[in-house]
């Protein structure tokens, strides 16, 4: 499925081109958090490693382990797959020194301590990156200076990276689906609609099931999408759409619906793109001392504070009580919830996880740049690093920098950057 492209902040800048993750040691992140843990509490929060491996996978293998679910461990955000990456779960009904003994493979742990609370999504304060671009010139890396001198004056578009949306770039239409209750329509999404991209036995499953020939698709999925064959026998045995869905992993579900918001807060971004900088009345300004939001009834009065990088306009992460703006800024809202036949209200239904929304900021500012440029046994390469809020995507910043696509050389299932879901009801 195609995804529309974003437009560059940077569009005067032609790119240095090259590729990333070549190799998984190529894309280094690691988790500044907001807080230290006390050294007291029924929690062991641990800062652990994995490469290669996503969150959830980690996730799985530490709870294995440990003997202890993995629902019951807690993290701030998650983290590329393809990559090196360094975050901090808390785990429940463990010690430091039993989780400082783990052996797992592709998963180290660096530290652990005690502390009172579950560690939770969006309790991150940034992320730190260090990024090899490979396939260039080396002597390119004197081309970048302008290009971040730029993203720091007026800001790197806060879209959220491609990889947000899944392998099919698809998972805002199953989450569009979610939130309509239309479990027809995500079964169809979800099992069917082959693409030219699929291999012959998974198109031919999909085609089976876009046909009704549910007993064939079943036959010709292929076992290693444990997922999909659940959701398909699930079918098969009750005749129920919705019964399908519903056993559907709720954190699969979630993520579906966030990335519905992820669009339509990307078609927020790209359409003020030329004036991401510039604050309007009517907008909600994001403070980005605190994150707290308010109504910008002067914007030639507040502009002075968006120049010094205090607060910047935001977008909607569409939800039932989202807070909208006013004039302008609302009819442009308006129009792209429109277009995808969508309203605040309707992520109340009862099914579609009751999201409540949020206001997001359309820019945010990079900072700790360094550059350096070099050859290695894998070749010549640039790399590039610096730190991002949480909730930013480092893809983007590349995007901007390379010019040659904003996905992943990998796919990746997972954001390399946290993905904040506080703004779902429990």
Request: proline share 7%.
């Given at each position: 499925m195609s995804t529309p492209s974003l437009p560059y902040l940077t569009r005067d800048f032609p790119g240095i081109g090259g590729t990333i993750k070549n190799r998984p040691e190529d894309f280094f992140v690691q988790e500044i958090p907001i807080y230290e843990p006390s050294g007291e509490g029924e929690h062991v929060f641990a800062e652990i490693q994995k490469i290669n491996l996503t969150t959830f996978d980690a996730i799985n293998r530490i709870a294995a382990a440990l003997k202890v679910s993995n629902r019951d461990?807690?993290?701030?955000?998650?983290?590329?797959?393809?990559?090196?990456?360094?975050?901090?779960?808390?785990?429940?009904?463990?010690?430091?020194?039993?989780?400082?003994?783990?052996?797992?493979?592709?998963?180290?742990?660096?530290?652990?301590?005690?502390?009172?609370?579950?560690?939770?999504?969006?309790?991150?304060k940034a992320n730190r990156f260090a990024i090899k671009i490979r396939d260039v010139n080396p002597t390119d890396v004197l081309k970048l200076r302008p290009v971040f001198d730029a993203l720091q004056k007026r800001g790197m578009p806060n879209y959220f990276g491609e990889q947000r949306f899944g392998r099919r770039g698809d998972n805002d239409k199953l989450g569009a689906a979610y939130v309509r209750g239309?479990?027809?329509?995500?079964?169809?999404?979800?099992?069917?609609?082959?693409?030219?991209?699929?291999?012959?036995?998974?198109?031919?499953?999909?085609?089976?099931f876009d046909r009704s020939d549910l007993e064939e698709s079943m036959r010709l999925?292929?076992?290693?999408?444990?997922?999909?064959?659940?959701v398909l026998h699930r079918l098969i045995k009750t005749h129920r759409p919705s019964s399908a869905v519903w056993s559907i992993d709720q954190r699969l579900r979630r993520l579906w619906v966030s990335a519905l918001q992820s669009r339509?807060?990307?078609?927020?971004?790209?359409?003020?793109?030329?004036?991401?900088?510039?604050?309007?009345?009517?907008?909600f300004a994001y403070k980005h001392e605190n994150g707290a939001c308010f109504l910008v009834e002067n914007a030639t009065t507040e502009q002075p504070r968006a120049d010094a990088f205090e607060i910047s306009p935001t977008g909607p992460?569409?939800?039932?009580?989202?807070?909208?703006?006013?004039?302008?800024?609302?009819?442009?809202?308006?129009?792209?919830?429109?277009?995808?036949?969508?309203?605040?209200?309707?992520?109340?239904r009862a099914g579609s996880l009751r999201v409540k929304g949020d206001r997001r900021p359309l820019r945010v500012k990079p900072s700790d740049i360094e550059l350096a440029s070099g050859v290695d046994e894998h070749g010549p390469h640039i790399t590039v690093a610096f730190t991002l809020p949480a909730g930013s995507f480092a893809t983007v910043l590349l995007g901007?920098?390379?010019?040659?696509?904003?996905?992943?050389?990998?796919?990746?299932?997972?954001?390399?950057?946290?993905?904040?879901?506080?703004?779902?009801a429990e």
């Open positions: 461990i807690g993290y701030a955000g998650l983290k590329d797959a393809r990559a090196v990456t360094r975050q901090i779960v808390s785990i429940p009904g463990a010690t430091p020194e039993a989780v400082m003994g783990l052996r797992i493979p592709d998963v180290s742990i660096l530290w652990a301590a005690r502390h009172a609370n579950k560690l939770r999504l969006g309790h991150l239309d479990h027809k329509a995500l079964l169809s999404a979800l099992l069917g609609e082959p693409e030219k991209t699929d291999e012959p036995q998974l198109a031919q499953a999909r085609a089976a999925w292929p076992r290693h999408f444990g997922m999909e064959r659940r339509i807060f990307n078609e927020v971004v790209a359409k003020r793109i030329d004036s991401l900088d510039r604050l309007m009345d009517g907008d992460l569409i939800g039932f009580r989202v807070s909208l703006p006013q004039a302008e800024p609302l009819k442009m809202e308006q129009e792209i919830f429109s277009i995808h036949g969508l309203s605040p209200a309707d992520f109340k901007e920098l390379m010019k040659s696509d904003r996905k992943p050389t990998a796919p990746s299932t997972e954001s390399d950057a946290t993905v904040n879901d506080a703004n779902e």
